[in-house]
């Protein structure tokens, strides 16, 4: 709570956030690099798949990411219902492109590494890859309706309203499209060795996000102050 | 509670006395079913492949077309601010304007629809079944798209923004509906689809107006 009320400044996170940002996007960035290297030349082939499934590396993670993002901005959305934080919309706003980009990076490795594993680009019976689908159309929306609104306080509250309706339902989503598909691919017992890099890759994008989120939420802050600033000229020449 | 009552017999007879405004969805579904043949095919093999989704997803539109009125002409004309200092609660108000108008064209668009079905070569032995589902099934896109009605309330060019909303929403819906209308034009078991699609229905019915009574309180503001 401390934490929070803290942070409901915006001069506290600009000063606090300065150094974090940048930080975080190169270390993020270094680390998938790090882990992309592992995962093309120390993993050895996979004994089914071979070379195909190095592409697991980068898609794993970024499923995993794309359901962590759309958590973050439930928890950043709850946060702005429940004490009007102003800093909580600016986090949920931010972290939403981010969200969407990885969440259409993991369809198209998706569909990447379908093609020779399963013959087809797109599978309506991965009950996953559909309901990543849907996830997907969810982030657009909650984009939408951030540039649809007239007022900044009235798209922040309709867009936290959408983004806990949308966590209430995608579980729902995620099941009935499990009870819809047909051909389950079940998830890879990939060896311990196999999924190091995995991780690795996980935290360089997880950092990466924290990096992006924050210089996107340090220009939208910035972006606000900037009209207050040519609001207050124009009072004063008018 | 008398109060939301008097709400849903206001909203009630104002969706019947619209001028028809209340028929248009029923239109856009027939003329959606009777375009479908130009597309797939007209033979009765390909009629009877595509015609049950086609159906249902021509369903799902025309229960999205009354959604971008749903709540923005109250909120134009001060009804909804009215509705807000009465007391009654804006819960009360979502849900009884949704059922309000479902009634008014949900039902009609159930009522019409096993013409649709015979017209797509569906037996018409399951014209009841049809009508279940179809009841059943408008009643859950009402209740779930007047989530995004509610977000797209205050905004003038609202109902892109709604269908792009909403449509996740309608996932569920649209895979047990659909697999219910295959099933019963097959005649296999459509218990389960039946059960899956009211569920989807009541889970709509149960949540939908909390988020709306949100969405129309941060509109009015």
Redesign the interface.
Known sequence: MAVLSFFANPHRFMAASKWFAWGFTVLGASVILIGIYIGLFVVPPDAVQGDSARIMFVHVPAMWLSLFVYAFMVGASLISIVWRHSIADVAAKSAAPFGAAVTAFGLVTGSIWGYPTWGTWWEWGDARLVSVLVLFFVYLGYIAIWQAMETPQKAARAAAILCLAGAVNVPIIHYSVEWFATLHQTAMNATAEFKYPMYVVALGYLSLFGGLTLINMRAEIMNTRADMLAQRKQAAAG | MSGSFSVFTRELKLAWSGGGGAALPVGFFAAACSITPFAVGSGIENLKVAGPGVMWIALALASLLPMERLFQADLEDGTLDAYAGSGIGMEGIALAKTLAHWIATGIPLAIIAPVLWIMLQGPPEASLFVIGFSLIGSAAFFFFGS?GAA??A??R??GL?IA??T???Y??TM??GA?GLYAVASGAEWAAPLM?TGA?AL?GIA?SSF?AA??LR??I?
């Open positions: 989530i977000l797209a205050g905004m060019r609202g923004l792009l909303v449509l996740p929403l996932v569920p895979i047990f697999a899956l989807a889970f949540t988020a949100m969405a941060t509109a503001d």
